[in-house]
């Protein structure tokens, strides 16, 4: 149908002139500019660029034309459509840009809604702070050495020189398993694991043991008959007081912070020995001089006891395979429960045992 | 151990300006750690006097109170008038008169004050008003000697003190006297020690009450010594009972204050018996079985054959060491007295105290060591206190019956404090010291020390207890700190990262963790609804629990869990997921065996060592978790979801899955689980935990709600597994087939079957499979389910082919099809 058509008059091609096809194509550019949603514009591309649009009837004129006056006519249409496609485009491109922008805006939501959808849990802060000692001391070199909770009473007590008649062997400390003819206690202190360590690995020894312990006391909001303690125990050659008060000094700073000192004052252990308590600077008042008397911390003495420690006692190595004319070593212990409890000042045993799922939870995964 | 520092000046030159908490902290850093400081007459201030009764009118008042208007002389020009309730005074006596402004013991203040119809001018002191004790049964009457009037009675009654109470270690049972705390306090202040039991003699030994000891092991020192004429009514001396007082111990006689005061002077417990009460000779022996013995506590007491026993010819009249018998008690009549003064074995007294549960001042002392040496010069002191206040004769000869074993010299190496302390100390330095605390040093040269320890130290036995006494006086502070370097460690071991990781994972999952008791009760093993024969009722009992309703070691976390659980809800927390990672205890099968008898002079050979493990019930590391109400809340974002059986069986897929443990999991019927809704999970065909929904019985039991769920999981046999290096996977890039089939089944076959057996007809182009709907419904009949997975193949090497992926899904179908009789839903 766009065949030449010879017998037509090219002076009735009105369509085809300058200005018609101006017109058409600024129609057409006016009607782009003014599509206000994507939808107009698409009835807008129908109507100006599409199949039907007076210019693409138009072009179909062209071979109308005499032959010399094609070309013209066929560039002048070409432009003018793809002029309305350019403005198309632009166009659609402007409305998308529109639309996500509103629909991004419609998106909009309450971002401080609370999405507790999946509770999160804890580790018990007992167990977090063992832990935590534990990398301390691996982190020097140490390892973690681990034993029985039922434990032989040869191990517990005489191995480390607590003898038969010490008190600390009578039913009022100890769980005794029974019969007692199986002289098997819940062990009183981790110092089993160290007497186990003495008897199955060679010197050079550097351990640290965290772990369960039981004392027949009742629960109340500073004792509990089961507990948790951490000992350490080196055996080397030339190991005295000194290394000890290194290491645990090292220690003090690495749980307490920087400034947290630590005092040796004389005390008795049977499997050490020398032996000392050790005293950690009052956190509060910082064993300011003079005492500070109301200091409800440390009653104004300036330190809190930590734990008890010592040179080993010969006779503890005698009985554990290591030739004490050869090596020597120290022991510490402490308690973790007293550990946490003024170190985060927790106030009641209980707290502790009771598995209330706030005192854990409040703690998230540190201590 | 209370010391009044007054009285430790007797023994030590102290400064004059002694600043008492010093003091204090000076003894604490020689091992007499400071319990707590008091100053006892501290708020008292006066005008407090003393004053003489000069006249006075007894008044009977309406309200039925006698009382007596008096004129008291208190050195004034004039008298005083005072209104007193008490009328145990007679005009002219001396008594105690507070006036106004005096500030007396508790903040308590007088003034003067109307009452009864007169303006009372002050106050007339009782004792107690007075700090000095209990008695108020009326007013403190004075001795005429004691004092005179206008004197400041603070100064009279010795109201002001300090008193330091020591926390004594049991190796230091010399401190437990003013003797063996004035020792250190002159090592404190580098002063000279006055020792008492050298200022005072020792009786002379000859043929005085007969004794009899029949028990040397028990007792290898024993002094009688006899006084007579005594009065019995003879007041303690004021200052003697105030000591005993600020000491810690009641005044009640002047013959009962004075065996204290010797006890707390020289360490040295004494006993009194009223010697008309006594038959015969005083025996010490061993108490024969079926005897029987009332104490001055007034209980009857049968006798225990270990018991160490003071006896006369009517049987025992005194538990040794511990407490004395009513028989033969000092009384307000006794007037001849034996004087006991013995040194007894520490252990025989140890053990009968506690078999008596009667822990005495006495006991306290001899169970941890008095000085054995010391018994015939704490007869005599006491003899002479009590006859110098008390009147009466002392014997001229006492009996003392044996001789305690000398001290054993210990050689140490003259290097050895300064190699164990860690900073130079000299021999000379070491010498000192021991000396200080009373050692003989014999030998001391640049190598070698000999010194014999004190006797009253019975602690001192090797050379190391001599480095802790040099170092003791050298002072613990000097200690440099050192730290040690330890040579390369290994970390922690592949159990101790597991059981981390294991408590990590269960954390991240919800769970908290809660550290229980491990104790549980027969009664659990019923609440669990555990079978007669079920494993977990074989549990390891405790000889001496602290509740007789819990007397047994766990045999599964379990209860301790679900108590924690009931007492979470209880404080009103529905939504409660826990967790516990502990050991239980399973006794070993078959008869215990029993541990070898070992000694301490050497270490156990490796037999023994693996004997005395043996002997112990096996401590398996478990894990177990419980949880109710909500896994996940209702919220804006949708409903809750429960917490359910398939929660407690995921608990241990995850165990599983972070220690790469392949865990197979099987329908169970197990108590305390729904017989329904709970697995058995297993490794390598092992039984090793079981979870799911509880039984709706064990959860009434335990007052926690019905459909509570748990699992429990022995962590040992993990703890084996997985510790090698994992061999990465393979990522292919080839692009993925992915198909899904859904399977209708008999309900009956586990979904776990049908996945195993669609692995296994999909072959290794199978890359996952993932099981995403279950269906039960009318379309695909009853007692039918429809399970739709959905496949994922891929090769590692090439692209598969349309027609390659649908072989390997049609040959899982088929094979579902032949094992299981599936058939693809339609
Ligand atoms: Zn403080």
């Excluded at chain 2, 164990?420 to 014999?442: D, H, K, M, Y």
Aim: proline share 7%.
């Amino acid at each position: 149908m766009s065949g030449p058509n010879t017998s037509y008059d090219p002076v009735r091609v009105a369509a085809l002139s300058a200005e018609e096809v101006e017109r058409m194509r600024a129609a057409g550019v006016a009607a782009v500019q003014g599509a206000g949603s994507l939808e107009e514009l698409k009835a807008v591309r129908l109507a100006h660029a599409g199949d039907r649009s007076p210019l693409a009837l138009a072009n179909r004129e062209i071979g109308a034309l005499p032959p010399q006056a094609r070309k013209e006519a066929g560039m002048r249409v070409g432009r003018a459509r793809s002029e309305i496609a350019t403005a198309i485009a632009r166009r659609d491109e402007e409305l998308q840009t529109e639309q996500e922008r509103r629909m991004l805006l419609d998106e909009t939501v309450d971002v401080t809604l609370p999405f507790d959808r999946d509770p999160r849990g804890a580790r018990h802060p007992l167990t977090v702070l063992q832990e935590r000692i534990a990398e301390f001391f691996v982190g020097m070199g140490w390892e973690v050495a681990e034993g029985p909770e039922v434990e032989a009473e040869w191990l517990n007590f005489d191995a480390l020189n607590i003898g038969s008649d010490h008190p600390a062997r009578t039913m009022m400390d100890t769980f005794f398993v029974d019969p007692p003819s199986a002289r098997t206690v819940l062990r009183t202190h981790t110092s089993p694991v160290q007497a186990r360590t003495m008897l199955t690995q060679p010197p050079p020894i550097y351990v640290v043991c965290p772990g369960r312990t039981f004392r027949t006391d009742e629960l109340d909001a500073t004792h509990s008959p089961v507990f948790h303690q951490v000992e350490g125990l080196a055996i080397d050659k030339g190991i005295g007081m000194s290394q000890l008060k290194g290491t645990l000094d090292h220690f003090a700073t690495a749980m307490f912070g920087a400034g947290i000192t630590t005092r040796f004052r004389p005390s008795y252990f049977p499997f050490t020995e020398p032996s000392a308590e050790v005293d950690l600077v009052c956190f509060v008042c910082r064993g300011a001089e003079p005492a500070v008397d109301s200091c409800r911390t440390c009653k104004g003495e300036g330190w809190i006891e930590w734990g008890g420690c010592g040179v080993v006692n010969p006779r503890v190595l005698v009985a554990c395979g290591v030739d004490p004319a050869v090596y020597s070593g120290f022991a510490f212990g402490m308690g973790i429960e007293r550990t946490l409890m003024f170190r985060n000042g927790v106030h009641d045993m209980r707290d502790m045992v009771e598995g209330d799922v706030r005192f854990a939870l409040a703690f998230g995964s540190e201590v | 151990m209370r010391v009044p520092v007054s009285w430790l000046r007797e023994y030590v030159d102290l400064p004059a300006d002694l600043d008492v908490g010093e003091l204090a902290r000076r003894l604490t850093m020689l091992g007499l750690k400071l319990e707590a400081l008091e100053s006892p007459g501290a708020d008292v201030s006066g005008p407090l006097f003393v004053g003489r009764v000069l006249d006075f009118e007894e008044e009977q008042h309406s309200n039925g109170k006698t009382i007596r208007w008096c004129q008291v002389d208190v050195g004034e020009p004039s008298a005083r008038g005072v209104v007193c309730g008490a009328r145990n005074f007679s005009t002219g006596d001396l008594v105690v008169v507070a006036l106004p402004g005096t500030m007396l013991p508790g903040g308590f203040r007088i003034d003067a004050r109307k009452t009864y119809g007169h303006v009372s001018d002050g106050m007339i002191c009782s004792a107690r008003e007075l700090g000095l004790g209990d008695d108020h049964t009326g007013i403190l009457v004075l001795g005429s000697e004691e004092a005179k009037v206008g004197d400041d009675a603070v100064a009279v009654l010795a109201l002001r003190d300090d008193v330091i109470e020591f926390e004594i270690n049991p190796d230091r049972s010399d401190a437990l006297s003013l003797r063996g705390v004035a020792r250190d306090a002159a090592i404190a202040y580098d002063v000279e020690f006055d020792d008492p039991a050298q200022r005072f003699p020792a009786a002379t030994a000859g043929q005085g009450y007969p004794v009899a000891v029949r028990d040397v092991a028990g007792c290898d020192l024993f002094a009688a010594l006899e006084v007579t004429g005594f009065d019995p009514a003879a007041p303690t001396p004021r200052w003697l009972a105030r000591r005993v007082q600020l000491a810690g111990m009641r005044p009640i006689s002047l013959a009962v204050d004075v065996t204290n005061y010797v006890m707390l002077e020289l360490g040295n417990p004494i006993h009194g018996y009223d010697k008309q009460r006594l038959h015969g000779a005083i025996t010490v022996r061993r108490a024969a079985a079926g005897e029987r013995l009332t104490t001055l506590d007034g209980v009857e007491r049968e006798l225990d054959p270990d018991d160490l026993v003071i006896a006369d010819d009517r049987g025992p009249i005194g538990l040794a060491g511990v407490m004395g018998g009513e028989a033969t008690e000092l009384s307000a009549a006794s007037t001849d007295l034996v004087i006991e003064a013995a040194h007894f074995d520490a252990p025989s007294v140890a053990r009968c105290a506690r078999r008596h549960k009667l822990p005495s001042e006495a006991s306290r002392r001899f169970e941890r060591g008095v000085d054995p040496t010391i018994a015939p010069i704490a007869a005599l002191r006491t003899a002479q206190l009590l006859t110098r206040y008390g009147g009466g004769q002392v014997a001229p000869v006492a009996t003392v019956v044996g001789q305690p074993g000398a001290r054993e010299a210990i050689e140490m190496p003259a290097d050895l404090p300064e190699r164990v302390a860690g900073f130079p100390i000299t021999a000379t330095e070491s010498r000192a010291a021991l000396e200080a605390v009373g050692c003989n040093v014999a030998i001391a040269t640049d190598e070698l020390l000999v010194a014999t320890p004190p006797s009253w130290r019975p602690d001192l036995r090797d050379p190391n207890d001599l480095v802790e006494e040099v170092l003791r006086v050298v002072g613990y502070d000097k200690v440099p700190s050192v730290l040690p370097a330890a040579p390369a460690g290994r970390g922690f071991t592949h159990r101790q990262r597991q059981r981390r990781a294991i408590g990590t994972a269960l954390a991240a999952a919800g769970y908290v963790e809660a550290v229980c008791y491990p104790f549980m009760a027969t009664a659990d093993c019923d609440n669990l609804g555990l079978a007669p024969a079920d494993d977990r009722r074989r549990a390891t009992r405790i000889a001496n629990p602290l509740s007789e309703a819990e007397p047994l070691l766990r045999t599964t976390l379990l209860p301790g869990l679900l108590r924690a659980q009931a007492r979470n809800i209880g404080r009103g927390r529905s939504d409660v997921a826990l967790y516990e990672i502990g050991i239980v205890v399973r006794p070993r099968p078959g008869e215990p065996t029993r541990p070898p008898a070992l000694g301490v002079g050497r270490a156990p050979t490796a037999e023994e060592y693996a004997k005395l493990d043996a002997a112990l019930p096996a401590q398996p590391l478990h894990m177990g978790v419980v949880a109710a109400g909500n896994r996940s809340p209702a919220g804006w974002w949708g409903p809750a979801r429960e917490a359910t059986w398939a929660d407690a069986v995921q608990a241990c897929r995850l165990v599983a899955d972070v220690t790469r443990t392949p865990l197979e999991v099987e329908s169970a019927h197990v108590p305390p689980w729904h017989p329904g809704r709970s697995a058995v999970l297993r490794l390598d065909g092992v039984d090793i935990g079981h979870a799911g929904e509880l039984h709706p019985a064990v959860c009434r039991s335990y007052g926690v709600p019905v459909r509570t769920v748990a699992a429990e999981l022995d962590l040992e046999a993990l703890s084996a597994s997985a510790a090698d290096p994992l061999l990465a996977p393979v990522l292919a890039n080839f692009p993925v087939g992915k198909e899904d089939v859904a399977l209708v089944v008999d309900d009956t076959i586990p979904a776990a079957a049908v996945e195993a057996v669609l692995r296994e007809g999909a072959g290794e182009l199978l890359e996952s499979l993932r099981l995403f709907d279950v269906y039960v419904g009318e379309q695909v009949g009853t007692g039918r389910r429809s399970l739709a997975y959905s496949l994922r193949f891929r090769a590692a090497d090439r692209t598969l082919t349309e027609a390659e992926i649908a072989a390997a899904r049609d040959a899982a179908v088929a094979l579902a099809g032949e094992r299981l009789g599936a058939r693809p839903r339609g």
